[in-house]
């Protein structure tokens, strides 16, 4: 009798039917397995860069024949936290990181809250389609976008000139320490284009922990008299938190890593990541460029530290 076509062979289904049979019984060895390759990509490939770069942190590099030292020193941090320069970076940087972090969140939450709340199944993908296309669109096309937006003959200034409100934004970018020539060439400007970038990743996190908020905890609250704003402060508000928490994770960490947008849009300093690349490539100081990366790692871990306590990672 001759098997259907495409069917596998008698001779060949015992084995075959053998093994998938090993693997079901062994669960966690077939579990291993399929870690195997992406563990092995992270440890080598990610893991291991970043344990050499970090391990150059610990040399020095000779003032005179600018080549590295490799004998274990602290000569390197000393550099990095005594030097004003270095300081006005870090605090430059970290600034930043959190003033985005907190527009975002304030401009993120109530989008969040409606597209919940208020709005139907059509309009609700309405609004995911539009937090996620701008996703997929080039990072630095979006970022030299801005810069012709922000600029002096933008759009913005434009439109800022349409509503007679020149003389406000004059006002606000002869600011000191945020202000400049323009938008595009300002602290101000920066910020803007920060907050645009990072706002999905505010807002999706926000959204899913309030999707996650029955609706009887808030009909019990209006049962019990309490006001709409006593609801959100009460029950919405603390039970979002772990989606506030988990968004600012990803706002914060990517702030305080960027070193594309001040390259392109803002006024002259150097952050984090500008300084790395800089002492990396340009100035050959790769173990003042590892001391830097090692800042930011640590703020990250302390700002983890920080929301796990908030529940953010039962978000994420």
Do not use: C
């Not at 990072?198 to 996190?205: A, D, E, F, G, Q």
């Not at 506030?244 to 706002?251: I, M, P, Q, W, Y």
């Not at 990517?254 to 002259?268: F, R």
């Amino acid at each position: 009798m001759s098997s259907p076509p495409g069917a596998i062979p008698l001779t060949a289904a015992g084995p075959l039917r053998n093994f998938s049979t090993f693997f079901y019984r062994r669960s966690n060895l077939y579990l291993l397995l399929l870690l195997v390759p992406p563990l092995l990509w992270l440890g080598t490939v990610y893991l291991g860069t970043l344990f050499a770069l970090l391990t150059q942190s610990i040399y020095s590099i000779d003032e005179f024949t600018a080549q590295i030292v490799r004998k274990p020193t602290l000569a390197t941090y000393e550099q990095l936290l005594t030097q004003p320069a270095n300081l006005d970076i870090v605090v430059r940087t970290l600034s930043m990181a959190v003033g985005v972090t907190i527009a975002a969140a304030i401009i993120a939450f109530p989008i969040a809250n409606y597209m919940v709340r208020y709005a139907s199944a059509r309009a609700k993908a309405v609004f995911y389609v539009a937090i996620l296309v701008p996703m997929w669109t080039s990072y630095l096309v979006k970022v030299y976008a801005w810069r012709l937006i922000l600029a002096k003959e933008g759009i913005l200034s434009w439109f800022v000139n349409a509503i007679h409100a020149q003389g406000a934004l004059d006002a606000i970018l002869e600011l000191p320490a945020i202000g400049g020539p323009s938008l595009a060439s300002s602290y101000i400007g920066m910020f803007i284009v920060f907050v645009y970038m990072w706002l999905p990743y505010m807002i999706l996190p926000i959204a899913a922990a309030l999707e996650r908020v029955p609706a009887s905890l808030l009909q019990a609250s209006a049962d019990l008299g309490a006001r709409p704003a006593t609801t959100f402060r009460t029950v919405i508000f603390p039970l979002a938190m772990p989606g506030l928490a988990a968004g600012s994770v990803f706002t914060f960490s990517l702030t305080l890593g960027d070193y594309i947008i001040p390259s392109i849009v803002g006024a002259p300093g150097y952050f984090i990541g500008m300084m790395v690349y800089q002492q990396q490539g340009t100035a050959g100081n790769i173990p003042l460029a590892a001391a830097f990366s090692v800042v930011p790692i640590v703020l990250i871990a302390l700002y983890l530290a920080f929301v796990k306590r908030l529940g953010a990672f039962d978000a994420l």
